[in-house]
């Protein structure tokens, strides 16, 4: 069965993380000078644990947290546009317990889902370093590991598609000899069949700049968020 201990533990060690210095002063430089909007908010500022339901058997997997989002509120996708639209089409989907998230003590919940991300830190215009990534890598790989349950891996965006395949690499599961092309390839909606009975399903980021573009619409994302469900087996019964 998953470990919830397992995955607290791991939560700690995040939020505690200092291997990018560079990262730690650019978010707790935003924390002190936060957003004129957000004046009374104590920001979270620290690397932002993961966040969903251990018996997961759907990962939801992101870039990064945002800088007046996740860095300020310390809940992936909490706060900021990104999540605006994205916890609404996992209500939808019955993924998530309300349609908003707003704070860490809002009383959302998740069931059969778990969300993260390929960077812990909110990284300077959203694009995080070669070492940055490689320095969150090892979360990642544990954070699998307790997931026992995992059917279904959904990535937002490229950077988190790019991260799992080098997930994929790292524990040899990916196949094929050196300078063998790779069978994936990102698109909104492309599937994967994967080793170990899962699956890989690919969307573009919900970010404002994709979502106010209509790049991304609220039905492709569900269309995406179903299929995960669909092929992630019976729905779990909420705890």
């Known amino acids: 069965m998953p470990s919830p201990t397992l995955l607290e533990s791991l939560n700690t060690e995040i939020a ?8 730690r002063q650019y978010c707790e430089a935003v924390g002190r000078e936060k ?9 979270w500022a620290k690397p932002v644990p993961s966040f969903g339901d251990a018996r997961a058997r759907v990962l939801i997997l992101g870039l990064a947290p945002g800088a007046h989002g996740s860095n300020r509120t310390g809940r992936p996708f909490t706060g900021d546009g990104s999540g605006d639209f994205l916890y609404p089409v996992l209500h939808e989907a019955g993924f998530a317990s309300q349609p908003t998230a707003v704070s860490r003590d809002d009383g959302m919940k998740l069931c059969d889902c778990w969300i993260s991300s390929v960077v812990r830190c909110a990284p300077p215009m959203n694009k995080p370093e070669i070492g940055e990534l490689a320095n969150c ?20 965006g490229r950077i988190a598609f790019d991260g799992w395949l080098k997930y994929l690499a790292r524990t040899g599961q990916l196949g094929g000899g050196a300078g063998a092309r790779s069978p994936f390839v990102f698109s909104h909606g492309a599937e994967y069949e994967l080793p170990g009975n899962r699956y890989l399903l690919a969307s573009f980021h919900p970010s404002l700049q994709n979502t106010n573009t209509g790049k991304l619409t ?14 992630a087996g019976a729905p779990l019964n909420v705890k």
Do not use: N
Not at 35 to 43: P, V
């Open 137 to 156: 890598a090892p979360f990642l790989d544990r954070e699998v590991a307790a997931l026992t349950r995992l059917r279904v891996i959904v990535c937002l």
């Open 16 to 23: 505690v993380c200092r291997r990018c210095i560079g990262l």
């Open 35 to 43: 957003r004129r909007a957000y004046r009374e908010w104590d920001y």
């Open 218 to 231: 609220r039905p492709m994302l569900l269309q995406v968020i179903k299929r995960a469900q669909a092929l």
